[in-house]
């Protein structure tokens, strides 16, 4: 596709579910990041991949979050047995390289009842 | 640490000229990007300085100080579309680290 592309768009789930949450990056960007924004607030990084590897996973705010990126193209940020807390909006953003311009897409809008 | 200073909000007359100012202190430093995004949108980019001084792109231009740990971002000729949150971003050893934004509205 011509941009990133992330799925689902929207996702409501209750306490306590596991949530995938997808992102297609524009093909042949080496560098895939996940960021999270709650509302009214800044981007909050989470992980960064390079290839398949994630040199930085410093911003997974626990260990019910996990990420992982296939062929160097698709990845998956999973959240397990979700709180409310981890409402927020998912951004996927991938570039060419760490100094390349990002791309953000659309982004998963993620509610905890 | 690392730390991103911008103000939280400004406003600003359409056809105006407007500056939002960004220190920022991070572990390495690669350049600094600007970011806008409007409410309920993913980001998109602005610019990216990688040496000191001035980068004009139309209407914005954004400037680089890097013994400072400054940045700002100038806008012309205000429109009311420009109304939006502008995001600093220094890019720190292998990530962006994202300030939390300033919002800026035009008004007529």
């Known amino acids: 596709g011509a941009g990133v592309s992330q799925s689902p768009s929207n996702k409501v789930t209750e306490k306590g579910k596991d949530v995938e949450l997808r992102c297609d990056p524009i093909?042949?960007?080496?560098?895939l990041y996940w960021y999270r924004q709650s509302l009214g607030q800044g981007l909050e990084f989470l992980i960064y991949f390079q290839g398949n590897s994630a040199p930085d996973k410093s911003g997974l705010p626990s260990d019910r979050f996990s990420a992982e990126r296939t062929g160097g193209s698709v990845s998956t940020l999973t959240i397990q047995r979700t709180q409310q807390e981890d409402s927020a909006v998912y951004l996927c953003a991938s570039s060419g390289g760490p100094s390349n311009e990002q791309f953000f897409g659309p982004g998963t809008r993620l509610t905890v009842l | 640490g690392q730390n991103i200073d911008q103000p939280t909000e400004m406003t600003a007359t359409e056809g105006a000229i407007v500056q939002i100012n960004c220190t920022y202190q991070t572990s390495g430093f690669n350049g600094l990007f600007w970011y806008q995004q409007h409410a309920g949108e993913a980001p998109t980019f602005l610019s990216y300085n990688v040496l000191d001084g001035l980068e004009e792109k139309g209407r914005f231009s954004s400037f680089l100080s890097r013994s400072k740990g400054y940045s700002y971002l100038l806008l012309k000729e205000l429109q009311m579309k420009d109304s939006a949150s502008y995001l600093c971003a220094p890019l720190g050893t292998d990530k962006l680290i994202f300030g939390t934004g300033t919002r800026l509205q035009v008004f007529p």
């Open positions: 093909s042949g960007h080496t560098a």
